[in-house]
T-cell receptor, first 111, second 114 residues
Framework: SQQGEEDPQALSIQEGENATMNCSYKTSINNLQWYRQNSGRGLVHLILIRSNEREKHSGRLRVTLDTSKKSSSLLITASRAADTASYFC???????????FGKGMKLTVNP | DTAVSQTPKYLVTQMGNDKSIKCEQN?????MYWYKQDSKKFLKIMFSYNNKELIINETVPNRFSPKSPDKAHLNLHINSLELGDSAVYFC?????????????FGPGTRLTVT
């Protein structure tokens, strides 16, 4: 069953602006991951945050996790046209072997 | 070097046919996956193998049969193709099983059933 729900479903910003995407989930998780998918390509892993972590950084990416609210956010700072893609959150629930992906969110960065 | 490769990239076929998609990873990973992405971009796990052992088998029609000849390869065979099978199929791999590790995705195979 679907776990994550990204919000907003689509976001259009200008180059240089920050982009924030949110993900909400329903059950307790072991970890939460963010992936990027460029048009016509496979998914690329961006960052993984474990359930006992609250914040993680990787380059221009900042991810937060609030397990009490069952939500995560992905912040991309100083966006570039090359950041234009769909972004997915994925969660591993409890003892499950699998990742469950959200519906994805389309980010468009205009040059 | 391509980490996870799939063939073919595009597959157009008629209803009722049988087709296969091949996947290979050169990352030395133990676990491989098949996902289906529908027209609305929703990505759903279908199968997962760990060291040639089937560990995830989601509720998919038994017309879909995965085969892992060795831990670097995971193929997907589909019998009696239906219109609803049209989608993009992604192969992925991870170093260990359990969903706690990043997954590396192939470029996808766009299957169109007419």
């Amino acid at each position: 069953s679907q776990q994550g729900e990204e919000d907003p479903q689509a976001l259009s910003i200008q180059e240089g602006e920050n982009a924030t995407m949110n993900c909400s989930y329903k059950t307790s998780i072991n970890n939460l991951q963010w992936y990027r998918q460029n048009s016509g390509r496979g998914l690329v892993h961006l960052i993984l945050i474990r359930s006992n972590e609250r914040e993680k950084h990787s380059g221009r990416l900042r991810v937060t996790l609030d397990t009490s609210k069952k939500s995560s956010s992905l912040l991309i700072t100083a966006s570039r046209a090359a950041d234009t893609a769909s972004y997915f959150c994925a969660t591993r629930q409890g003892g499950s072997e699998k990742l469950v992906f959200g519906k994805g969110m389309k980010l468009t960065v205009n040059p | 070097d391509t980490a996870v490769s799939q063939t073919p990239k595009y597959l157009v076929t008629q209803m009722g046919n049988d087709k296969s998609i091949k996947c290979e990873q050169n990352l030395g990973h133990d676990t491989m996956y098949w996902y289906k992405q529908d027209s609305k971009k929703f990505l759903k796990i279908m199968f997962s193998y760990n060291n040639k052992e089937l560990i995830i088998n989601e509720t998919v029609p038994n017309r879909f049969s995965p085969k892992s000849p060795d831990k670097a390869h995971l193929n997907l065979h589909i019998n009696s193709l239906e219109l609803g099978d049209s989608a993009v199929y992604f192969c992925a791999s991870s170093s260990f099983r359990g969903g706690s590790y990043e997954q590396y995705f192939g470029p996808g195979t766009r299957l169109t059933v007419t």
